[in-house]
């Protein structure tokens, strides 16, 4: 039997963690993997039209997201998550609940795997690729999108085994 599989995706702003999972999703094994993330809840809140970010809804969101990747995972379904996930702090409640639901099934196997995009682009490459020739993105302007990048990219920590992972693989971005 299988096991089941919470992917945790790691790389910054445009790095290609979206682009990783829709190549994922086209290989036949993993045509039953429920993804999660951050990004496709903003939209959904502004009803697809609008890019919703606020600090109020972001602790929604990251509830929401814990209890259905919880649930998902309790089912047996595979689960990724697509999110920067850069530093340790960022990914444990993630990896919390994972072992938290596999702890409680005795018999199924199970594998908690940490997928990094490596950097292959530079901040002026990331921002082309998010917000184009446009400035913005999502309602944004580059400037805040710059400076989130930045941000994220000074708290990067790689993953590490004693953090509960049980896979960890590095890919080029993409």
Same mark, same amino acid.
């Given at each position: 039997?299988? %096991?089941?599989?919470?992917?945790i995706?790691?790389?910054?702003?445009?790095?290609?963690?979206t682009?990783?999972?829709?190549?994922y999703?086209?290989? %036949?094994?993993?045509?039953?993997?429920?993804?999660?993330?951050?990004?496709?809840?903003?939209?959904?809140?502004?009803?697809?039209?609008?890019?919703?970010?606020?600090e109020d809804?972001e602790?929604?969101?990251?509830?929401?997201?814990?209890?259905?990747?919880?649930?998902?995972?309790?089912?047996?379904?595979?689960?990724v998550?697509?999110?920067t996930n850069?530093n340790?702090?960022?990914?444990?409640?993630?990896?919390d609940?994972?072992k938290?639901?596999?702890?409680?099934?005795?018999?199924? /196997?199970?594998d908690?795997?940490?997928?990094?995009?490596? %950097?292959?682009?530079?901040?002026d490459?990331?921002?082309?690729?998010?917000c184009?020739? /446009?400035?913005?993105a999502?309602?944004?302007?580059e400037?805040?999108?710059?400076?989130?990048?930045?941000?994220?990219?000074?708290?990067?920590?790689? %993953?590490?085994?004693?953090?509960?992972?049980?896979?960890?693989? /590095?890919?080029?971005?993409?």
């Amino acid at each position: 039997m299988k %096991p089941t599989e919470l992917t945790i995706l790691i790389g910054n702003i445009a790095s290609g963690q979206t682009e990783f999972t829709r190549r994922y999703l086209q290989r %036949p094994e993993n045509k039953d993997t429920v993804v999660l993330s951050k990004d496709a809840m903003r939209w959904g809140l502004g009803g697809g039209y609008k890019y919703k970010w606020s600090e109020d809804t972001e602790k929604h969101i990251h509830k929401s997201i814990l209890d259905s990747m919880g649930r998902y995972l309790a089912d047996g379904m595979n689960v990724v998550y697509d999110e920067t996930n850069m530093n340790r702090e960022t990914r444990e409640p993630f990896i919390d609940v994972a072992k938290l639901v596999f702890n409680g099934f005795v018999h199924t /196997s199970f594998d908690i795997r940490a997928i990094v995009l490596l %950097p292959t682009l530079s901040v002026d490459e990331a921002m082309r690729r998010r917000c184009g020739y /446009s400035g913005e993105a999502w309602g944004f302007p580059e400037s805040r999108w710059r400076e989130a990048w930045h941000r994220k990219n000074r708290l990067f920590e790689p %993953p590490s085994y004693d953090e509960g992972f049980t896979t960890i693989t /590095s890919v080029g971005g993409f």
